[in-house]
């Protein structure tokens, strides 16, 4: 393809700039061959000629369609080159914020300086198990491919992190490691993960420090290799570290820091454990002080130093060791601030002895005070006759305090790199390994020195395998295509590694000259300029003759040679190190031990570490200096070893840039990036794909996008490959340009931009003929429109005028009709008026006169009725007043005989003898009060009777007055005197009235009278003790209230909590039991490691958790799958002992103990509400306790009864034992139904025996209390004041006199207690009796009211009134009767059902008694027996013998099939175990009923261990599970259980057993198979939902493919597609399994919900990661696969399951990407669509929108910002993905079943003949 068919008008081309590095023009004239120069127009639209002369010069770079820029991979760009790189890179930074980008196998990486949300646990479980090319690049992809490849290959892998300080190595590694604890955990309780995250705060500490370039930059190099076992789980580490910069332990740049750690010491001084430090504020040392800036931003140093000391802890550094570490730092602090004085100019030099920071050097060291003085001034020179001390110069005294200082620092550093190793280590052996590099890139600066000498020669070294590896992935690639290729020439750095390492190379030149006794750094330089001046990577400087060039793979680098060799060779005099190896602290001592090497690899200069090289030969002593090991010579040696291990592994690379030097987040310097692009090998990789076929396309994926470029006719062909390769040979002559693999098509550089090309020509000429077409179409409807807007003008116009002529002639003959008919309605107006008035004065005249004759008539009956009441109240008052003084003379007479009585009463009281004669007569007392009851009741019924006859003759009155009303009224109205005379008779019949009333008040006023005087001599005997008795009542009701109201507040309020809490407790509660499960399938796989662990040798640990067995064990709110679980593990320490058992299951009891605290503290919320009830009836009881005598009495009454019951109780019981014992014996004899039927008779005779020796013993007990009262009466009457006892002259016993006086107080109280029994029953008596004259004297005062009522009204009004009163009272007699005859029905249905189970007890008696087997039949014989009296009589239970129950357990749980059930009732097992229960319940075993529900329990545990993967099965038994608990509940006894039970069900419940525990257990094990089954349910689903949701093309013509074809450089096999009706199809199954097995509606909604959660969660979260399925075309790909979701959701009637609502994000984030994005209503109507989406998620959809083709525009920045704006007042959480993982709390609804247990038919196939029905 020639340049003028690439450089036309219109291309875009990259230019150089000096400030952009390159800069985007527009070609505005075509270029043609020999033309001196190209047009341009720049972005600016300022016009620019790009000269091309000489002609031979290259043309510029051409630019990519914008349709290809942003993508993820730099190699899947058409044009290759820098700038093409570069602007991806940019766009990718700046306008997406995407940090990470692939080039090819290189993950290029740049620091955003800011914290962003990308790296949490969710993110980590999103990359997991996905290719690489799948997901937006990522730390986490490339850990995950290394992760995979080292699973699937058993090869060892790398991964190469590079790059300069402060483009974040260290935080990607740190991220690396993350990545591999969190998916490779441990597999035991080493938490070995935790330990590998810990090192990382330690050497931060100990290894970075503050630059100019970063603020926690590493000074040193290292390699951890995190090593796995065969289930590829972290087992340990180990790590290796390179030229650790101990320069900077003395000297710091300006504007940098030491190591963080002095600095974190110095923080945390004031701690009273450092106070013997010694140390201040790090301002007042000279070695933290030389940078200036003592602080980092956002750093709290106190803070990280806790941190620091809490890794160390986690690691196993002692706190002793600990300390010591920090003595030795402050020393070196203190070291730094020595004040030296030098004496003879500076030739001799010293230290006082009183110096504040000697003493505390040498005291915090261990060492001697005056050796450290002399030696730091003094040197010791040793020849062969004999050894001088030499006094040391000022200068050679602060290097030699220099150097001491970094010996110590760097030995220190060694010492805790071994010790994090030995943290790591593991007796286990290693599987395969990943190791993470984190090493410095590649340096230059102004002054190069011997640390940038060996920083770059190990890049170079790192670079030459990274190209070898580069081309040997691309030699492979196309040998498996299979395609010809020709040797790529790629850039081979070997000449340059030669240059420094070979034989007389620059290291050999170096050692060689420091073994020279006088050997100088010019020497040295001269001797290189002699031996490589004609090597073509070596130079000499035109104006130096110290320094030298070496030409590196990235750059020419000037080093200047002052200082290689003193920092080569490493100088430390021996004097002070034997003074250290002296100290009196072992850990100091033992730092400066020579074991390995001759002299302690710490040399004085940058980045030097302590890298330990076997060796071969015998160490030497360390005075033998020339046979040291140089510094470069240990790092070629270390290198090289690093070397052999990369190259032993399969590498990956990590490359990151630094995107600018001032640290702000999200700015990019183009020059800084283009510097770090081609020192990192990044551009060099970018060269060798250019220079091959970097773009690949698989053959359907070109079909789909360049298929426009066909004709119809090849497109008819079926074969897509001979399709292809026919459209590029028509389009591209040149078939050098591609090559067609077996699977894909291989382009060079520059060919996609052709075709795109081409492709974009085409719609653009499709697009002119389309805007062509529909213009024309556009002009021509608007003629047409014009056309027929005209023609309707013209039409409305004349339709107008005709109806306006219309309008007017019709209102002209209207106003004609309006006027005759307004005329005509006046007239008749006016007539009207004259004859309504005549009317009306017609009316009012004759009203007038017949209301004068009325008023009249009025009046006159008015004036009777006056006289009459006046003459009646007249007589009534004189007849009050007479009556009045008769009472109060009477009152006053009978009140002075009352008191004479009560004095006298007073006086007979305080004597003895009259209680007692009170006691005597009480009983007569009683029986002449009740005497005088029964005749106040006869009274009381006689006059009753006079009532009625009163109320009879009234009733006769008032019917007469009605007929004889009816009568006048058919009659004509009369004259007056007829009225006279009816009212005559009226006033006749109101006297007899009153005078029937009258004598009624004299009857009740005697029966009043009467009343009273009985109440008086009532209310006298018991006055006080109703007065205590009222104040007690109303104290009790005040505290009740009290009491209620506080009570009723705070259960309120404590129900509201516990609800919240309840919610919360069983999402907890829940995740622990589903730990729980996982802990126990983890216990079983460890199980089969043990025999390994028992022959690997090493430490293990002492079985501290031992006792945590027994206790457990012991516990007896223990579950039944914890006692499974304890079995195994007691046969698990049988066979390997209690050692190891107890250490594999701490974590395990621990959860137990967990989940068992938690039960504990439920019940104890349960418990409060009833302590509280307890506690309320306490205080009445202290109460009552407080009261009166009385009370006392009534206690010791109730004892003395209390143990007369117990005593007759416990006879009639040892009697019912002995008969039954009788009756049993006897039944076994003889087993005929005549014996049953004397045994049951004998049975009753006994009970009536017993209850007929009960009352004769009652009325024994009665009989010798009135004896006991009769004695003592008779003892107290011969008693007097001078007598004596006849036996007082005798000795009494104390003991038995005290006796006999506490059972005289027994009889006494026993007596009172009966009195006031006698008292109460009278009372009450009498209380009811005023309660039925209380009523009867209402009815009295009601009937008075309303006949004096009736008097003053109108006859017709008295009549209807008289008729509405008995209607009422009537009415209330009914109602009366009803609510009696309600309340004896309901006596009568309560006794009917005592009848019936009284009936149903005596006929299970009976069939219990003839089912009693005298010896075991046959299996046969008892189904036969069984199958006979299943219609008669089957009882819904199931009798099976003890040593059967293995068997019932393997046939109906272990062995069965879902299958084998599958045509019976749903849940058929849950229904036969009940029935078992069911027996055992009935014949009260409770052994047999712990030992079938334990064995159940654990054997549908071990189901579901072996069927872990099978979703039937684990439905099966979740379905049986569940049923098995509603069983439980429904038959449990409990109300709230049995509303909807038929009566037939409710005789199968449960009779002696309270199972709520195993209610309990059984709800535990339904949790943990529900979440077994969601596990397998999402096992299934999860590999579909990407494929079925995202990429399946449902809405045929919508192409999701990518835009150019990713190279995966994985070999992982390509991951079967699936179409959504696959994933609907199984959804179909899950459905179809769960319903047909019986489980719960309810339970089947939550499933379908959690799986449903999973598919919007995977789905979004994929989405948020992958920039190819961000576009239009996905979105409504997306929508229509929802919509396919919810119908079959609407189709299942699973509306209401919430599932469709879990899918709410997704269908937002559809809507999302098919919405306008341009404007600011774009931007509004997108917030106010996407409230299921977070803020992060909406604009990392927005920065991943990528056009479907180049005519859709891209989101732009400001529209993003603008969105962010508008979010600013959510409050959404920070993570951006969604946890699927996450489940929904389960609650498993009651849902009883209608079947009964007596309808249940065992099938044959089951094999459960050994069951028998009962």
């Given at each position: 393809m020639s340049a003028a068919q690439l450089y036309t008008k219109y291309t875009r081309v990259w230019i150089p700039d000096p400030d952009e590095v390159w800069r985007s023009a527009e070609i505005i004239k075509d270029y043609k061959e020999g033309d001196k120069s190209l047009q341009l127009k720049l972005e600016d639209e300022t016009l620019y000629e790009y000269p091309i002369d000489p002609p031979g010069s290259e043309l510029p770079f051409l630019r990519n369609p914008d349709i290809l820029v942003g993508q993820n991979d730099l190699?899947?760009?058409?044009?290759?080159?820098?700038?093409?790189?570069?602007?991806?890179?940019?766009?990718?930074?700046?306008?997406?914020?995407?940090?990470?980008?692939?080039?090819?196998?290189?993950?290029?990486?740049?620091?955003?300086?800011?914290?962003?949300?990308?790296?949490?646990?969710?993110?980590?479980?999103?990359?997991?198990?996905?290719?690489?090319?799948?997901?937006?690049?990522?730390?986490?992809?490339?850990?995950?491919?290394?992760?995979?490849?080292?699973?699937?290959?058993?090869?060892?892998?790398?991964?190469?992190?590079?790059?300069?300080?402060?483009?974040?190595?260290?935080?990607?590694?740190?991220?690396?490691?993350?990545?591999?604890?969190?998916?490779?955990?441990?597999?035991?309780?080493?938490?070995?993960?935790?330990?590998?995250?810990?090192?990382?705060?330690?050497?931060?500490?100990?290894?970075?420090?503050?630059?100019?370039?970063?603020?926690?930059?590493?000074?040193?190099?290292?390699?951890?290799q995190i090593g796995f076992d065969k289930r590829y789980h972290i087992i340990g580490a180990n790590m290796r570290t390179y030229l650790l910069e101990k320069s900077r332990v003395v000297f710091q740049a300006e504007d940098e820091r030491n190591y963080h750690i002095f600095y974190q010491l110095c923080a945390s001084s004031s701690l009273p454990e450092f106070k013997d430090l010694g140390l201040t504020c790090a301002e007042d040392f000279f070695y933290t002080s030389q940078g200036g800036d003592m602080s980092i931003d956002g750093v709290d140093d106190a803070d990280d130093f806790e941190k620091t000391r809490h890794a160390f802890t986690l690691l196993g550094v002692k706190e002793s060791h600990q300390m010591t570490i920090f003595r030795i730092i402050a020393a070196i602090l203190h070291l730094g601030n020595l004040k030296i004085q030098e004496e003879r100019d500076g030739e001799v030099c010293s230290v006082s002895s009183e110096d504040e920071h000697l003493s505390s050097f040498c005291s915090l060291l261990g060492v001697e005070h005056s050796q450290m003085q002399h030696w730091l001034c003094h040197r010791k020179l040793v020849t062969t006759a004999e050894t001088y001390v030499k006094s040391m110069s000022l200068h050679q005294v602060v290097n030699a305090m220099n150097a001491l200082a970094k010996l110590i620092y760097a030995q220190l550093f060694n010492w805790i790199v071994q010790h994090v190793n030995q943290a790591l280590h593991t007796t286990v052996k290693q599987h395969s390994f990943i190791g993470?590099?984190?090493?410095?890139?590649?340096?230059?600066?102004?002054?190069?020195?011997?640390?940038?000498?060996?920083?770059?020669?190990?890049?170079?070294?790192?670079?030459?395998?990274?190209?070898?590896?580069?081309?040997?992935?691309?030699?492979?690639?196309?040998?498996?295509?299979?395609?010809?290729w020709t040797l790529i020439d790629f850039y081979d750095n070997q000449p340059c590694i030669d240059l420094i390492e070979a034989k007389l190379g620059i290291l050999d030149l170096l050692d060689e000259e420091c073994k020279m006794p006088?050997?100088?750094?010019?020497?040295?330089?001269?001797?290189?300029?002699?031996?490589?001046?004609?090597?073509?990577?070596?130079?000499?400087?035109?104006?130096?003759?110290?320094?030298?060039?070496?030409?590196?793979?990235?750059?020419?680098?000037?080093?200047?040679?002052?200082?290689?060799?003193?920092?080569?060779?490493?100088?430390?005099?021996?004097?002070?190190?034997?003074?250290?190896?002296?100290?009196?602290?072992?850990?100091?001592?033992?730092?400066?031990?020579?074991?390995?090497?001759?002299?302690?690899?710490?040399?004085?200069?940058?980045?030097?570490?302590?890298?330990?090289?076997?060796?071969?030969?015998?160490?030497?002593?360390a005075a033998n200096k020339e046979h040291r090991k140089t510094v470069g010579h240990q790092f070629r040696n270390s290198l090289q070893l690093l070397m052999e291990t990369l190259n032993a592994t399969s590498p990956h690379y990590v490359r990151c840039i630094k995107p600018n030097d001032e640290k702000i987040p999200f700015k990019f310097d183009p020059k800084r990036a283009v510097q770090q692009l081609r020192a990192c090998g990044v551009l060099e990789t970018i060269r060798i794909s250019a220079a091959g076929f970097p773009s690949r396309w698989s053959y359907p994926d070109f079909f789909n996008r360049y298929s426009v470029l066909m004709n119809k006719r090849d497109l008819s062909k079926s074969d897509t490959k001979q399709i292809c390769q026919t459209l590029l040979k028509d389009l591209i002559k040149d078939p050098d340009k591609f090559q067609f693999g077996r699977t894909k098509i291989f382009f060079r550089a520059g060919q996609v931009a052709y075709l795109e090309k081409l492709r974009a020509d085409k719609f653009r000429a499709a697009t002119i003929m389309i805007q062509k077409t529909v213009r024309g179409w556009l002009q021509r409807a608007r003629y047409q429109r014009l056309r027929r807007a005209t023609l309707a003008l013209q039409r409305h116009t004349r339709g107008h005028l005709a109806r306006r002529l219309f309008q007017h002639l019709r209102r002209t003959r209207a106003a004609i009709i309006l006027q005759k008919q307004y005329r005509m309605l006046r007239m008749r107006r006016a007539f009207l008026r004259v004859r309504s008035a005549t009317l009306t004065i017609q009316a009012f005249a004759r009203g007038m006169f017949v209301r004068r004759i009325y008023h009249q008539m009025l009046m006159e009956h008015k004036a009777t009725i006056l006289q009459k009441y006046a003459r009646g109240w007249l007589v009534r008052a004189r007849l009050r007043r007479a009556r009045a003084a008769a009472v109060v003379l009477q009152s006053h007479w009978r009140r002075l005989r009352a008191r004479r009585q009560l004095q006298a009463l007073r006086i007979e009281a305080r004597s003895a003898q009259h209680l007692k004669k009170l006691n005597i007569g009480m009983e007569n007392k009683v029986v002449q009060l009740q005497r005088k009851v029964d005749e106040q009741n006869k009274e009381n019924k006689l006059l009753n009777e006079q009532l009625s006859m009163l109320t009879s003759a009234h009733?006769?009155?008032?019917?007469?007055?009605?007929?004889?009303?009816?009568?006048?009224?058919?009659?004509?109205?009369?004259?007056?005197?007829?009225?006279?005379?009816?009212?005559?008779?009226?006033?006749?019949?109101?006297?007899?009235?009153?005078?029937?009333?009258?004598?009624?008040?004299?009857?009740?006023?005697?029966?009043?009278?009467?009343?009273?005087?009985?109440?008086?001599?009532?209310?006298?005997?018991?006055?006080?003790?109703?007065?205590?008795?009222?104040?007690?009542?109303?104290?009790n009701s005040r505290i009740l209230c009290q009491s209620e109201d506080e009570f009723a507040r705070n259960t309120v309020e404590e129900n509201m909590q516990m609800k919240k809490e309840l919610e919360e407790e069983r999402s907890r509660y829940q995740n622990l039991v589903k730990e729980y499960a996982s802990l126990e399938q983890r216990y079983d796989n460890l199980r089969d490691e043990i025999t390994i662990f028992k022959q690997t040798p090493g430490h293990?640990?002492?079985?501290?958790?031992?006792?945590?067995?027994?206790?457990?064990?012991?516990?007896?709110?223990?579950?039944?799958?914890?006692?499974?679980?304890?079995?195994?593990?007691?046969?698990?320490?049988?066979?390997?002992?209690?050692?190891?058992?107890?250490?594999?299951?701490?974590?395990?009891?621990?959860?137990?103990?967990?989940?068992?605290?938690?039960?504990?503290?439920?019940?104890?919320?349960?418990?409060?509400?009833?302590?509280?009830?307890?506690?309320?009836?306490?205080?009445?009881?202290?109460?009552?306790?407080?009261?009166?005598?009385?009370?006392?009495?009534?206690?010791?009454?109730?004892?003395?009864?209390?143990?007369?019951?117990?005593?007759?109780?416990k006879k009639l019981k040892n009697d019912l034992n002995e008969l039954r014992k009788a009756i049993a014996d006897h039944a076994t004899q003889n087993n005929s139904s005549n014996d049953v039927q004397d045994g049951y008779n004998l049975l009753l005779n006994q009970l009536k025996l017993a209850n007929e020796e009960l009352e004769v013993r009652k009325e024994e007990v009665l009989i010798l209390r009135s004896q006991i009262m009769k004695a003592a009466q008779q003892k107290e009457e011969s008693i007097s004041p001078n007598a004596s006892w006849p036996n007082s002259d005798r000795h009494v016993d104390q003991e038995d006199a005290i006796e006999a006086y506490q059972g005289m107080c027994e009889t006494n109280r026993l007596l009172e207690a009966q009195l006031q029994d006698q008292r109460r029953e009278h009372e009450e008596e009498m209380e009811a009796l005023k309660n039925q004259v209380d009523l009867m004297q209402e009815e009295l005062e009601k009937q008075q009211q309303a006949f004096l009522q009736t008097l003053q009204l109108s006859p017709e009004v008295q009549v209807e009134f008289g008729l509405q009163q008995e209607i009422t009272r009537l009415t209330n007699e009914n109602l009366d009767l009803k609510e009696l005859l309600e309340k004896l029905e309901k006596n009568e249905k309560k006794l009917k059902k005592q009848l019936k189970i009284y009936m149903k007890k005596v006929q299970d008696f009976e069939?219990?008694?003839?089912?009693?087997?005298?010896?075991?039949?046959?299996?046969?014989?008892?189904?036969?027996?069984?199958?006979?009296?299943?219609?008669?009589?089957?009882?819904?239970?199931?009798?099976?013998?003890?040593?059967?129950?293995?068997?019932?357990?393997?046939?109906?749980?272990?062995?069965?099939?879902?299958?084998?059930?599958?045509?019976?009732?749903?849940?058929?097992?849950?229904?036969?175990?009940?029935?078992?229960?069911?027996?055992?319940?009935?014949?009260?075993?409770?052994?047999?009923?712990?030992?079938?529900l334990t064995s159940t329990i654990n054997g549908v545990k071990k189901v579901l261990k072996k069927h872990q993967d099978d979703f039937e099965m684990t439905s099966f038994w979740l379905a049986n599970t569940c049923r098995l608990l509603h069983c439980l509940k429904q038959y449990s006894g409990e109300e709230c259980f049995m509303t909807q039970n038929t009566a037939k069900q409710n005789e199968h419940c449960l009779k002696n057993f309270d199972l709520t525990e195993y209610r309990q257990v059984l709800g535990h094990l339904s949790i943990q198979i529900y979440q077994q089954l969601i596990n397998i349910a999402e096992g299934i689903l999860q590999p579909m939902i990407v494929s079925a949701v995202l990429e399946n093309e449902s809405i045929q013509g919508l192409s999701i493919v990518k835009l150019v074809g990713y190279r995966k450089y994985s070999s992982n096999a390509g991951d079967s597609s699936y179409s959504l009706d696959e994933m609907i199809r199984q959804l179909n199954t899950f459905h179809s399994i769960m319903c047909d097995q019986g489980l719960d509606p309810e339970i089947i909604q939550q499933v379908f919900k959690q799986l449903f959660y999973m598919i919007n969660a995977i789905a979004l979260n994929n989405l948020l990661l992958r920039k190819d399925v961000c576009s239009w075309s996905t979105g409504m790909q997306l929508r229509f696969n929802i919509s396919q979701l919810e119908e079959w959701l609407h189709g299942k009637n699973l509306q209401q399951s919430g599932a469709a609502q879990t899918l709410e994000p997704l269908i937002q984030a559809a809507q999302l990407l098919q919405l306008k994005k341009k404007t600011s209503e774009d931007a509004e109507a997108i917030c106010s669509l996407c409230t299921s989406l977070t803020t992060q998620q909406i604009v990392k959809i927005l920065n991943l929108y990528t056009p479907v083709n180049e005519f859709e525009e891209r989101v732009t920045v400001a529209f993003i910002r603008n969105i962010q704006k508008q979010l600013q007042e959510r409050n959404d959480p920070p993570q951006l993905l969604l946890d699927f993982k996450h489940m929904f709390p389960v609650l498993f609804p009651f849902n009883p079943s209608a079947i009964t247990m007596d309808s249940i038919h065992l099938p044959a196939s089951l094999n459960l003949d050994f069951l028998n029905k009962v």
């Amino acid at each position: 393809m020639s340049a003028a068919q690439l450089y036309t008008k219109y291309t875009r081309v990259w230019i150089p700039d000096p400030d952009e590095v390159w800069r985007s023009a527009e070609i505005i004239k075509d270029y043609k061959e020999g033309d001196k120069s190209l047009q341009l127009k720049l972005e600016d639209e300022t016009l620019y000629e790009y000269p091309i002369d000489p002609p031979g010069s290259e043309l510029p770079f051409l630019r990519n369609p914008d349709i290809l820029v942003g993508q993820n991979d730099l190699t899947g760009l058409s044009y290759l080159h820098e700038p093409a790189v570069l602007h991806n890179l940019k766009v990718r930074f700046l306008e997406s914020n995407h940090i990470y980008t692939y080039c090819g196998i290189v993950l290029v990486a740049i620091n955003p300086f800011e914290q962003l949300p990308i790296y949490g646990q969710d993110v980590i479980y999103a990359y997991s198990g996905q290719n690489m090319g799948d997901m937006d690049p990522h730390i986490f992809a490339v850990a995950e491919e290394a992760y995979r490849q080292m699973a699937r290959d058993e090869k060892n892998q790398s991964i190469i992190v590079s790059g300069e300080s402060g483009a974040g190595k260290t935080v990607s590694a740190k991220y690396a490691m993350r990545f591999f604890a969190t998916v490779g955990g441990s597999a035991s309780e080493t938490n070995i993960e935790a330990k590998v995250l810990a090192s990382s705060p330690i050497m931060e500490a100990f290894g970075n420090a503050k630059t100019t370039r970063n603020d926690n930059s590493s000074r040193f190099g290292k390699y951890i290799q995190i090593g796995f076992d065969k289930r590829y789980h972290i087992i340990g580490a180990n790590m290796r570290t390179y030229l650790l910069e101990k320069s900077r332990v003395v000297f710091q740049a300006e504007d940098e820091r030491n190591y963080h750690i002095f600095y974190q010491l110095c923080a945390s001084s004031s701690l009273p454990e450092f106070k013997d430090l010694g140390l201040t504020c790090a301002e007042d040392f000279f070695y933290t002080s030389q940078g200036g800036d003592m602080s980092i931003d956002g750093v709290d140093d106190a803070d990280d130093f806790e941190k620091t000391r809490h890794a160390f802890t986690l690691l196993g550094v002692k706190e002793s060791h600990q300390m010591t570490i920090f003595r030795i730092i402050a020393a070196i602090l203190h070291l730094g601030n020595l004040k030296i004085q030098e004496e003879r100019d500076g030739e001799v030099c010293s230290v006082s002895s009183e110096d504040e920071h000697l003493s505390s050097f040498c005291s915090l060291l261990g060492v001697e005070h005056s050796q450290m003085q002399h030696w730091l001034c003094h040197r010791k020179l040793v020849t062969t006759a004999e050894t001088y001390v030499k006094s040391m110069s000022l200068h050679q005294v602060v290097n030699a305090m220099n150097a001491l200082a970094k010996l110590i620092y760097a030995q220190l550093f060694n010492w805790i790199v071994q010790h994090v190793n030995q943290a790591l280590h593991t007796t286990v052996k290693q599987h395969s390994f990943i190791g993470v590099l984190d090493i410095y890139g590649f340096e230059t600066f102004e002054v190069n020195s011997f640390e940038q000498f060996c920083i770059n020669y190990a890049n170079e070294k790192l670079q030459q395998q990274f190209n070898s590896h580069v081309f040997k992935l691309e030699q492979e690639e196309y040998m498996k295509e299979e395609i010809p290729w020709t040797l790529i020439d790629f850039y081979d750095n070997q000449p340059c590694i030669d240059l420094i390492e070979a034989k007389l190379g620059i290291l050999d030149l170096l050692d060689e000259e420091c073994k020279m006794p006088k050997g100088t750094d010019q020497n040295w330089a001269q001797k290189l300029y002699d031996r490589h001046s004609a090597s073509q990577h070596f130079q000499k400087p035109r104006m130096s003759n110290t320094s030298f060039i070496v030409l590196h793979f990235a750059d020419k680098v000037e080093y200047q040679s002052e200082g290689f060799l003193e920092k080569n060779r490493d100088t430390v005099y021996e004097e002070q190190i034997n003074i250290l190896k002296a100290s009196q602290y072992q850990m100091v001592a033992d730092l400066f031990q020579e074991d390995k090497d001759p002299v302690p690899t710490t040399p004085g200069a940058k980045r030097t570490p302590r890298i330990n090289v076997r060796s071969a030969k015998p160490a030497f002593k360390a005075a033998n200096k020339e046979h040291r090991k140089t510094v470069g010579h240990q790092f070629r040696n270390s290198l090289q070893l690093l070397m052999e291990t990369l190259n032993a592994t399969s590498p990956h690379y990590v490359r990151c840039i630094k995107p600018n030097d001032e640290k702000i987040p999200f700015k990019f310097d183009p020059k800084r990036a283009v510097q770090q692009l081609r020192a990192c090998g990044v551009l060099e990789t970018i060269r060798i794909s250019a220079a091959g076929f970097p773009s690949r396309w698989s053959y359907p994926d070109f079909f789909n996008r360049y298929s426009v470029l066909m004709n119809k006719r090849d497109l008819s062909k079926s074969d897509t490959k001979q399709i292809c390769q026919t459209l590029l040979k028509d389009l591209i002559k040149d078939p050098d340009k591609f090559q067609f693999g077996r699977t894909k098509i291989f382009f060079r550089a520059g060919q996609v931009a052709y075709l795109e090309k081409l492709r974009a020509d085409k719609f653009r000429a499709a697009t002119i003929m389309i805007q062509k077409t529909v213009r024309g179409w556009l002009q021509r409807a608007r003629y047409q429109r014009l056309r027929r807007a005209t023609l309707a003008l013209q039409r409305h116009t004349r339709g107008h005028l005709a109806r306006r002529l219309f309008q007017h002639l019709r209102r002209t003959r209207a106003a004609i009709i309006l006027q005759k008919q307004y005329r005509m309605l006046r007239m008749r107006r006016a007539f009207l008026r004259v004859r309504s008035a005549t009317l009306t004065i017609q009316a009012f005249a004759r009203g007038m006169f017949v209301r004068r004759i009325y008023h009249q008539m009025l009046m006159e009956h008015k004036a009777t009725i006056l006289q009459k009441y006046a003459r009646g109240w007249l007589v009534r008052a004189r007849l009050r007043r007479a009556r009045a003084a008769a009472v109060v003379l009477q009152s006053h007479w009978r009140r002075l005989r009352a008191r004479r009585q009560l004095q006298a009463l007073r006086i007979e009281a305080r004597s003895a003898q009259h209680l007692k004669k009170l006691n005597i007569g009480m009983e007569n007392k009683v029986v002449q009060l009740q005497r005088k009851v029964d005749e106040q009741n006869k009274e009381n019924k006689l006059l009753n009777e006079q009532l009625s006859m009163l109320t009879s003759a009234h009733s006769s009155e008032v019917e007469k007055l009605k007929k004889e009303l009816q009568q006048y009224q058919q009659t004509q109205q009369g004259d007056g005197k007829q009225l006279l005379s009816l009212q005559e008779e009226m006033e006749q019949l109101r006297t007899e009235l009153e005078r029937a009333h009258s004598e009624r008040e004299v009857l009740e006023d005697s029966h009043g009278k009467e009343r009273d005087l009985l109440r008086k001599r009532i209310c006298d005997l018991e006055e006080e003790n109703a007065l205590l008795k009222q104040e007690k009542e109303e104290l009790n009701s005040r505290i009740l209230c009290q009491s209620e109201d506080e009570f009723a507040r705070n259960t309120v309020e404590e129900n509201m909590q516990m609800k919240k809490e309840l919610e919360e407790e069983r999402s907890r509660y829940q995740n622990l039991v589903k730990e729980y499960a996982s802990l126990e399938q983890r216990y079983d796989n460890l199980r089969d490691e043990i025999t390994i662990f028992k022959q690997t040798p090493g430490h293990r640990r002492n079985p501290s958790n031992q006792s945590s067995l027994e206790s457990d064990s012991n516990n007896p709110s223990i579950c039944t799958s914890e006692i499974g679980d304890t079995e195994d593990v007691i046969q698990q320490v049988e066979e390997i002992g209690m050692e190891k058992a107890a250490m594999d299951m701490t974590l395990f009891l621990k959860l137990q103990k967990r989940v068992r605290e938690l039960e504990l503290e439920r019940k104890k919320l349960q418990a409060q509400l009833e302590k509280k009830e307890q506690e309320s009836k306490k205080s009445q009881v202290n109460e009552i306790k407080t009261e009166v005598t009385s009370e006392h009495e009534d206690f010791a009454y109730n004892s003395l009864k209390r143990q007369e019951l117990e005593s007759e109780n416990k006879k009639l019981k040892n009697d019912l034992n002995e008969l039954r014992k009788a009756i049993a014996d006897h039944a076994t004899q003889n087993n005929s139904s005549n014996d049953v039927q004397d045994g049951y008779n004998l049975l009753l005779n006994q009970l009536k025996l017993a209850n007929e020796e009960l009352e004769v013993r009652k009325e024994e007990v009665l009989i010798l209390r009135s004896q006991i009262m009769k004695a003592a009466q008779q003892k107290e009457e011969s008693i007097s004041p001078n007598a004596s006892w006849p036996n007082s002259d005798r000795h009494v016993d104390q003991e038995d006199a005290i006796e006999a006086y506490q059972g005289m107080c027994e009889t006494n109280r026993l007596l009172e207690a009966q009195l006031q029994d006698q008292r109460r029953e009278h009372e009450e008596e009498m209380e009811a009796l005023k309660n039925q004259v209380d009523l009867m004297q209402e009815e009295l005062e009601k009937q008075q009211q309303a006949f004096l009522q009736t008097l003053q009204l109108s006859p017709e009004v008295q009549v209807e009134f008289g008729l509405q009163q008995e209607i009422t009272r009537l009415t209330n007699e009914n109602l009366d009767l009803k609510e009696l005859l309600e309340k004896l029905e309901k006596n009568e249905k309560k006794l009917k059902k005592q009848l019936k189970i009284y009936m149903k007890k005596v006929q299970d008696f009976e069939a219990s008694q003839t089912k009693v087997p005298v010896e075991r039949r046959s299996h046969e014989r008892s189904m036969q027996v069984a199958v006979q009296r299943k219609e008669k009589d089957f009882q819904g239970m199931l009798e099976y013998y003890k040593e059967d129950e293995p068997l019932l357990i393997r046939n109906l749980i272990t062995d069965l099939k879902p299958q084998a059930v599958s045509a019976t009732v749903p849940c058929l097992p849950a229904y036969i175990l009940y029935m078992c229960i069911r027996h055992a319940d009935y014949i009260n075993d409770d052994q047999k009923v712990h030992s079938l529900l334990t064995s159940t329990i654990n054997g549908v545990k071990k189901v579901l261990k072996k069927h872990q993967d099978d979703f039937e099965m684990t439905s099966f038994w979740l379905a049986n599970t569940c049923r098995l608990l509603h069983c439980l509940k429904q038959y449990s006894g409990e109300e709230c259980f049995m509303t909807q039970n038929t009566a037939k069900q409710n005789e199968h419940c449960l009779k002696n057993f309270d199972l709520t525990e195993y209610r309990q257990v059984l709800g535990h094990l339904s949790i943990q198979i529900y979440q077994q089954l969601i596990n397998i349910a999402e096992g299934i689903l999860q590999p579909m939902i990407v494929s079925a949701v995202l990429e399946n093309e449902s809405i045929q013509g919508l192409s999701i493919v990518k835009l150019v074809g990713y190279r995966k450089y994985s070999s992982n096999a390509g991951d079967s597609s699936y179409s959504l009706d696959e994933m609907i199809r199984q959804l179909n199954t899950f459905h179809s399994i769960m319903c047909d097995q019986g489980l719960d509606p309810e339970i089947i909604q939550q499933v379908f919900k959690q799986l449903f959660y999973m598919i919007n969660a995977i789905a979004l979260n994929n989405l948020l990661l992958r920039k190819d399925v961000c576009s239009w075309s996905t979105g409504m790909q997306l929508r229509f696969n929802i919509s396919q979701l919810e119908e079959w959701l609407h189709g299942k009637n699973l509306q209401q399951s919430g599932a469709a609502q879990t899918l709410e994000p997704l269908i937002q984030a559809a809507q999302l990407l098919q919405l306008k994005k341009k404007t600011s209503e774009d931007a509004e109507a997108i917030c106010s669509l996407c409230t299921s989406l977070t803020t992060q998620q909406i604009v990392k959809i927005l920065n991943l929108y990528t056009p479907v083709n180049e005519f859709e525009e891209r989101v732009t920045v400001a529209f993003i910002r603008n969105i962010q704006k508008q979010l600013q007042e959510r409050n959404d959480p920070p993570q951006l993905l969604l946890d699927f993982k996450h489940m929904f709390p389960v609650l498993f609804p009651f849902n009883p079943s209608a079947i009964t247990m007596d309808s249940i038919h065992l099938p044959a196939s089951l094999n459960l003949d050994f069951l028998n029905k009962v």
